[in-house]
C-alpha cells in the first residue's frame, strides 16, 4: 500500500470517528501517524524539515523580510509596485511572474525587504507549480502578507486552500508555540508532568500524549505541559519542524465588490482591503506591517556625544529578541565578550539613565550607551583574561604566517 492509500485510509477512518473524551486516545494516536506519514510524504521519505524545498536564491538585505504569497494573478506584483517603487510584471493573465522579485521600502528608518513570489495553488505543498520554493521564502520570512482577490474569495475561499497548503508544510500562522517543554532521554522511560488541567487531550491525557511518543519512536522522555493544549499541539512540538509566523490578509481589487461585501472582509481577524486602481488602503497596510513585525529601533551613544539619531540598530522580536543583549550581538559579539552594563535612556528606563545588564528589554527608540570592562576588571576575571590574550596572540600569529607566505610567494 502507497503512502497516498494509507493517509487517504486513515483520513477516513477519522472522518468516521466520533469526536468526544472517549474517542480522544485513539483520534489522538491517528493523527500521529498522518502527522508522520504526511512528513514523508511532503520530505520525500527523509523525514523532517517541512519538505519546504531550496526556495529562490535571493540574499536577505534591510532589517526585515515580508512575503507576498497568493494565487496567480490576484495583484501581488502591482501591490509590491505600489509600496516598493519596484518593477514587477504585471498583466491581466495568470502567472506573470514566474521568479522572486524582491523589493524594498522604508519606513520610520527601516529597511523593509518586500517579496513578489509567484503564484501558488492547490497542491502547491506537494510541489504542483514551484510550490515548495514559494512556501521555502515564506518560512523565512519574518511576516507573511497574503494577497486575495475580494472579487474571488466569497466564491472560491482562496484563504482557507492557502492555509491548508501552508499548515502541510509546518507553517504556523498567527500562532504562539505551545508552552511544552520535551526533553529526550537515553533512558528511564515517558515521564509525564502538567500544571493546568488539560481538557483537549481526553479522559486520560497521560496515556493520550505518552502513546503519541511511542508513535513517533520516542520510548525515553521528560515532558512538562504549562497550557491546556490539543493533540496537534503536541505533535508539533515533537517533530520540532514547525515555523511560526504572523500573517496579515489583504484583500485586493475591492473597487470590484459592494460595499457590503468590503465592510465584511475588513472585519475578519487580521484582515485588510485595499484598491490600487482607486489609490484606497496603503497607509493601513503599512501601519499594520510595522505593527506584525514587532520593529524597535535603538539609538547608538557615545559617551560624552549626543545620541545618533540618524542610523539605529533595528531589532526585532523573531531575530533574537529586543534586549541589550540582543543589541551587542547586531552591533558585534566581542561587546558581550567585555561588557560592563548599559546606560538606557527612554521608555523602557525607569530613571535616565538607568543602569541596565543583559536581559533588560528594550523599547522603540530607547537611547543606549554601552559601558566595557576596564583593564583591572578584566584582570580580575584570571582565566577568562588569559584565555582572551592567548585568543588574540594565536589570531596575530595566524595572520602574521599568512603575510608572509604571500610576500614569499
Known amino acids: 500500500m502507497s503512502t497516498e492509500e494509507k493517509i487517504k485510509d486513515i483520513e477516513a477512518e477519522m472522518a468516521k470517528t466520533q469526536k468526544n473524551k472517549a474517542t480522544a486516545k485513539h483520534l489522538g494516536l491517528l493523527k500521529a501517524k498522518l502527522a508522520k506519514l504526511k512528513t514523508e510524504l511532503v520530505s520525500g521519505g527523509k523525514g523532517g524539515g517541512g519538505g519546504a524545498g531550496e526556495g529562490f536564491d535571493v540574499s536577505k538585505s534591510g532589517d526585515t523580510r515580508v512575503g507576498l504569497v497568493g494565487f496567480p494573478s490576484v495583484g501581488k506584483s502591482t501591490l509590491l509596485s505600489q509600496l516598493t517603487g519596484t518593477e514587477s510584471l504585471a498583466a491581466a493573465y495568470e502567472f506573470t511572474t514566474l521568479t522572486c522579485v524582491p523589493g524594498n521600502l522604508y519606513h520610520k528608518g527601516c529597511r523593509i525587504q518586500l517579496l513578489d513570489l509567484p503564484g501558488i495553488i492547490e497542491g502547491a505543498s506537494e510541489g504542483k507549480g514551484r510550490g515548495r520554493e514559494v512556501i521555502a521564502v515564506a518560512r523565512s520570512s519574518d511576516l507573511v502578507m497574503m494577497v486575495l ?31 511544552i517543554v520535551l526533553k529526550m532521554r537515553k533512558t528511564g522511560g515517558i515521564k509525564f508532568a502538567s500544571t493546568v488541567p488539560l481538557t483537549r487531550l481526553g479522559d486520560d491525557p497521560e496515556r493520550t500524549v505518552t502513546n503519541i511518543l511511542r508513535e513517533f519512536r520516542v520510548s525515553s522522555a521528560t515532558i512538562l505541559i504549562r497550557e491546556d493544549v490539543s493533540v496537534d499541539d503536541v505533535i508539533d512540538v515533537i517533530e520540532g519542524n514547525r515555523t511560526y509566523v504572523r500573517c496579515i490578509y489583504v484583500y485586493s481589487k475591492i473597487d470590484t465588490v459592494s460595499i457590503e461585501d468590503v465592510d465584511h472582509l475588513a472585519r475578519l481577524p487580521n484582515s485588510l482591503v485595499c484598491s490600487v486602481y482607486k489609490d484606497l488602503g496603503f497607509p493601513d497596510i503599512l501601519e499594520t506591517m510595522w505593527s506584525y513585525l514587532g ?13 545618533d539619531l540618524k542610523d539605529p540598530v533595528v531589532l526585532t522580536q523573531g531575530r533574537g529578541g529586543r534586549n541589550i543583549e540582543a543589541f551587542c550581538r547586531q552591533i558585534h559579539s566581542s561587546l558581550l565578550t567585555d561588557f560592563n552594563y548599559a ?3 527612554g521608555k523602557s528606563a525607569k530613571h535616565s539613565p538607568q543602569h541596565c545588564g543583559l536581559k533588560h528589554a528594550l523599547h522603540d527608540e530607547d537611547v543606549v550607551q554601552i559601558v566595557t570592562r576596564t583593564v583591572a576588571q578584566q584582570k580580575a576575571d584570571a582565566a577568562g583574561y588569559a584565555a582572551r590574550a592567548q585568543a588574540a596572540y ?13 610576500l614569499r610567494s
Open 295 to 307: 520593529l524597535c529601533r535603538i539609538y547608538t551613544k557615545k559617551k560624552g556625544s549626543p545620541p
Open 343 to 345: 546606560l538606557v535612556w
Open 149 to 179: 482577490d475580494a472579487g474571488k474569495e466569497g466564491a472560491k475561499n482562496h484563504r482557507g486552500i492557502l492555509e491548508k497548503e501552508l499548515e502541510k508544510v509546518g507553517l504556523r500562522l498567527n500562532k504562539s508555540p505551545p508552552d
Open 394 to 406: 594565536d589570531e596575530y600569529k595566524a595572520k602574521k604566517k599568512i603575510k608572509a607566505k604571500g
